[in-house]
């Protein structure tokens, strides 16, 4: 059982520069959903989806574009990269637990450096 | 707004108890949820409470009390792989967690 699936680990980008970042989860979970993480910031909702075909914004959506075609795919897009989003990236999905509770289970994240 | 307000390091020995408190301000509340991250690494669940309460895990244990919009995080037995970020989160409902900046815990021998 695989989990939570991200590439690449590491990507170096130009600014204007657009890429997409990868995520696949095996779970079976309907909610997907992509954070950022930059230090002392804890981890920032960027936009999420509960189910193929329906996206919404999160906390910090500008710049960024999703899509989920499938049940366990959901692609991050940048459209035009800016020193501003270099950061951590993780998918997460959420559903049940072995033990009968509910959290996320991470993907093992992007590291983006744009200059 | 919203918020969640957690220490920013502690220190504890190996062996010791600690305790990671987290507080928190949220226009709605459905659960406190728990996550371990190493340097470099992914977080990783450690524990969800939605009733007021003590869980146990292992070595592990987290508290929640919803009328003081409160919990902590309980560390037993502390070991120097136990090092990491610890962070509370908030289940606010819509299908919105919000994370709090994480508490780094240093394990010295």
């Known amino acids: 059982n695989a989990g939570v699936t991200q590439t690449p680990k590491f990507q170096v980008l130009k600014t204007g520069q657009s890429m997409t970042l990868q995520c696949a989860q095996d779970?079976?979970?309907?909610?997907m959903s992509w954070y950022r993480q930059d230090p002392g910031m804890g981890l920032r909702l960027i936009h999420y989806s509960v189910g193929a075909g329906i996206t919404d914004q999160g906390e910090v959506p500008n710049g960024y574009n999703v899509s989920r075609s499938t049940t366990e795919d959901f692609p991050l897009r940048l459209l035009s990269a800016a020193p501003s989003q270099t950061s951590v990236y993780f998918c997460?999905?959420?559903?049940?637990?072995?033990?009968?509770?509910?959290?996320?289970?991470f993907g093992s994240g992007t590291r983006l450096t744009v200059v | 707004g919203q918020s969640l307000e957690q220490p920013s390091e502690v220190t504890a020995v190996e062996g010791a108890i600690v305790q990671i408190n987290c507080t928190y301000q949220?226009?709605?509340?459905?659960?406190l949820s728990w996550y371990q991250q190493h340097d470099g690494g992914a977080p990783t669940f450690l524990s969800y409470n939605a009733l007021d309460g003590l869980e146990e895990t292992g070595r592990f244990s987290s508290f929640l009390s919803r009328s003081d919009s409160y919990g902590y995080l309980l560390l037993q037995e502390l070991q120097m792989k136990d090092s990491a970020s610890y962070f509370c989160?908030?289940?606010?409902?819509?299908?919105?967690?919000?994370f709090g900046a994480g508490t780094r815990l240093f394990v010295k021998a």
């Open positions: 989160a908030v289940y606010t409902g819509g299908f919105k967690t919000i």
């Open positions: 779970m079976n979970h309907e909610y």
């Open positions: 997460a999905s959420f559903g049940p637990r072995d033990r009968g509770d509910y959290g996320y289970t």
């Open positions: 949220t226009s709605g509340f459905y659960g």
